[in-house]
């Protein structure tokens, strides 16, 4: 067993080792089994990723619309609209709404079948752990299945059963990254007095992530906003803006430090970060418009700007998915000593109890699921035209964006605010 840095080059997250390179741990089968699981079911979600975004290639698009041979393709699809790029985008998205609906169907069956798994000795651990050929085919199967369904009603219901997942999401990377950040600077907090640099550390984390809020803040007022309109964009820029500061004031305030210690400077302005990027994303999903509180700009009109927002989203969806599953086993890992043969033994072998919730964790990668395809698909909303379909972006899609960058703030707020207000029922704070 070979050793990386002091870790054991056969695990990545479920083992502790001696400080001794040579003195590498020994890893229990079942706790690498754990791990490479996990690490399969983001896998998984990778190739979703991977397969729905080759419908996104204008040239493989043109290709599906020119096809009579699209079992969803008919006069529902395109209707009268000519073969145009609106019709091919049409079809482009129609078909990545039928790849993620296989993923999101496979893991709200998986989240059925391990519902109330408390050990790896209950016989539906199998399912969770293995059987991988299989499960790959049954994506497969309902994915083949999907491009079956008709084009009306399944488009607009997908949609909004989509919106309302992906929103949900949002929420769910909003409190792991609060969670997150109250760790990240507890950790570095404690290092402060033993290492010395801990402190730069977060200075200048908190440097980089103010930095790019401003950044993105310029952006916005760049891209998004014109001196004779645009109205609405800069009102919602500026009140973004608003919050941010006053997050970032309320975060080091005595009171708020008294009553939390993990609170402070760096988790708000993490929380800053994912706010102005939500409030990107929302404006850059905003109809075009003529009118004085309206914006002729988008992110189809700003060259690469469409793909640099959608990788971040996949990438934060993937993290946010990976520190969901591996949080948990990681606080209950326990770390055995073995004096003779000085080696440290890793205690989590799920034998008594597992590591991590399976079934929260596969609702966790269907909420994933839903919003990898919101994302892919810019949040555009599928409009009739002409008795066809055309996919635009939308005032629901810009509005949900930005409501849920309000509901950040708001929930930062509170668990800040909850210990000053709540000290008995938040004596320890979040």
């Known amino acids: ?5 002091g870790v054991c080059a056969a695990q990545v997250a479920c083992c502790c080792c001696s400080t001794a390179c040579s003195l590498c741990c020994s890893c229990c089968p079942n706790s690498v089994t754990s791990v490479m699981t996990r690490l399969m079911y983001l896998f998984l979600i990778v190739l979703g990723v991977l397969t729905s975004s080759v419908f996104l290639i204008p040239q493989v698009q043109k290709s599906l619309s020119k096809s009579v041979n699209i079992p969803f393709y008919d006069n529902s699809v395109c209707g009268i609209i000519q073969l145009g790029k609106d019709c091919q985008k049409a079809v482009g998205y129609q078909s990545v709404y039928r790849v993620w609906f296989a993923f999101v169907m496979f893991f709200l069956l998986m989240a059925f079948l391990t519902l109330g798994i408390r050990s790896s000795k209950d016989c539906r651990a199998y399912l969770h752990n293995g059987f991988w050929f299989f499960k790959i085919l049954i994506i497969i199967g309902v994915m083949i299945a999907a491009f079956f369904l008709p084009a009306t009603p399944f488009t607009k219901i997908w949609l909004y059963i989509g919106t309302v997942g992906g929103v949900i999401f949002i929420m769910v990377q909003v409190l792991f990254l609060i969670e997150f950040a109250h760790r990240l600077t507890e950790a570095l907090l404690n290092k402060v007095d033993d290492i010395k640099c801990c402190g730069f550390v977060i200075v200048i984390l908190c440097l980089i992530m103010y930095g790019l809020a401003i950044a993105g803040v310029v952006g916005m007022y760049i891209n998004f906003t014109v001196s004779n309109a645009c109205n609405l964009n800069k009102g919602l820029i500026s009140i973004s803006l608003f919050l941010c500061i006053v997050v970032s ?10 009553a939390n210690q993990k609170s402070g400077i760096l988790q708000a302005s993490v929380i800053s970060v994912y706010v102005i990027y939500l409030n990107f994303s929302a404006l850059g999903a905003e109809p075009v418009g003529t009118k004085s509180w309206e914006c002729p700009n988008n992110l189809s009109n700003i060259n690469g700007a469409g793909v640099a927002m959608l990788i971040v989203g996949i990438v934060i969806a993937l993290i946010t998915v990976f520190y969901a ?3 948990k086993s990681h606080e209950d890992v326990g770390v055995i000593d073995d004096e003779q043969s000085h080696i440290q033994k890793v205690a989590d072998d799920e034998m008594e109890s597992v590591q991590y919730s399976y079934w929260l964790f596969h609702l966790t990668c269907m909420l994933a699921s839903f919003y990898c395809m919101m994302v892919l698909t810019n949040w555009f909303k599928p409009d ?4 066809g379909f055309v996919f635009a972006a939308s005032w629901p899609s810009m509005w949900v964006q930005v409501v849920a960058s309000w509901v950040c703030i708001l929930l930062y707020m509170w668990t800040m605010v909850a210990p000053v207000l709540f000290p008995d029922r ?3 704070g979040f």
Do not use: D, E, R
Request: with cysteine; charged share 5%; proline share 8%.
């Open 1 to 5: 067993m070979g050793c990386v840095l």
């Open 249 to 258: 004031i309320v975060s080091v305030l005595p009171p708020i430090q008294a």
């Open 325 to 327: 599953s591996f949080k």
């Open 384 to 387: 009739t035209v002409n008795n």
């Open 426 to 428: 938040f004596s320890s």
